[in-house]
């Protein structure tokens, strides 16, 4: 088959379809990997598709908005597995603002046993996995969204008093262009609040996620703590955001669901479903410490401290790494406008990257 008559085939698909993934056109075409990524190459360049992690869209197409019903069994698989290493980074004590969303919701369903924790959301589904349990839980009230059962912001219900250290959302889309974007305005407007305010901003993201743009930003890069997704396509996101790829935390332990096969000849048995072995999370790992000569000169930013501790520091003469890493937790203490809450930030972002302050001696 020559090149030309492939592109009408995927354009043909494309026309009837909103997505046509690498797998599925090996197997039309009976072609390498590589013969199917020219071709896409080839059509994206002339704008007529548009490149996405494991295949390409129409190249007038965003992202479509689905129902949250609908998203909800979308990747259920790997959307459980992304809540649950999220857990594992949310403790005792803490307070947390959850988003709204299917994947934010697997991370609700982990957070159970945890004590003292504070949890603020506008997400329906989060609120009510959450209501019966010992978390302190805020919900503000408003509008509600049918598209993803949450409340967006609205002037004068609350949210403008609210802030929480530690903030984790999900993704409507992320790009290394556009960071992360969102279809709703006003739950934009939301995010933006609660992000503005946060320490650490933790980003989940379902492999459909990387790659679309919706109209509204959401949070950019260099805001981002950690983003944590599937590692099925873990060496093409990390060579698409190699200026980020210490953030990403890849999983694993999850069975990626199975491509749509064609039907079945009638009589044939019905295939018995795929269903992921339940077991206990893993016990979370610490971080080794990485040796002082393997530091790369990263700034405050790209370490992900907020805004306010880089302030705090810089006015100290502490502008990368290697300069934090030979404080004490004393000697920043001493810092000035440098807070518990700060060297709790410090102590958490350093702990994300396996790295130490100096101890006393």
């Not at 974007?181 to 989940?204: F, G, H, K, P, W």
């Not at 997704?229 to 955001?241: N, P």
């Not at 990626?256 to 077991?279: C, N, Y």
């Not at 810092?335 to 990257?353: A, F, K, P, S, W």
Request: with cysteine; proline share 6%.
């Amino acid at each position: 088959m020559q090149p030309s008559e492939r592109y009408d085939i995927i354009l043909q698909k494309l026309a009837n379809q909103d997505l046509v993934t690498v797998s599925e056109l090996m197997k039309d075409f009976n072609v390498s990997i590589e013969t199917v990524r020219r071709d896409l190459n080839y059509l994206a360049g002339k704008h007529l598709v548009k490149k996405v992690y494991g295949g390409a869209i129409p190249f007038n197409r965003t992202a479509s908005v689905k129902g949250g019903s609908e998203r909800m069994v979308e990747n259920s698989a790997e959307k459980e597995a992304i809540g649950r290493k999220c857990a594992e980074l949310i403790h005792d004590g803490d307070t947390v603002y959850l988003g709204a969303g299917t994947t934010v919701l697997q991370v609700a369903k982990h957070l159970k046993d945890r004590k003292n924790l504070t949890v603020v959301t506008n997400s329906l589904y989060v609120a009510a996995e959450l209501a019966e349990t010992d978390v302190e839980l805020h919900f503000m009230g408003g509008r509600i969204s049918k598209v993803d059962a949450s409340t967006p912001y609205m002037p004068g219900t609350g949210w403008d008093h609210f802030s929480a250290p530690k903030a984790i959302i999900g993704a409507g889309g992320i790009s290394p262009d556009h960071g992360v974007t969102d279809y709703s305005a006003d739950e934009s407007r939301l995010l933006r609040i609660m992000l503005e305010r946060a320490m650490q901003i933790i980003v989940l993201a379902d492999s459909s996620k990387f790659g679309l743009v919706h109209a509204w930003v959401t949070c950019p890069l260099p805001r981002i703590s950690r983003i944590i997704t599937g590692s099925a396509q873990q060496e093409e996101i990390l060579q698409d955001f190699s200026d980020y790829r210490q953030r990403f935390l890849f999983v694993d332990d999850y069975i990626p669901a199975e491509p749509t096969s064609p039907a079945k000849p009638a009589g044939a048995p019905a295939p018995q479903p795929i269903i992921p072995t339940v077991t206990a999370p893993p016990a979370q790992k610490v971080a080794p410490a990485v040796p002082r000569g393997a530091i790369t000169d990263m700034t405050l930013e790209e370490v992900g401290l907020s805004l306010r501790t880089r302030v705090s520091l810089e006015g100290h003469g502490i502008t990368d790494l290697p300069t934090l890493l030979q404080q004490s937790p004393t000697e920043l203490k001493r810092v000035r406008n440098m807070t518990q809450e700060g060297l709790d930030e410090i102590e958490y972002q350093l702990g994300l990257l396996g790295l130490h302050l100096e101890q006393e001696p």
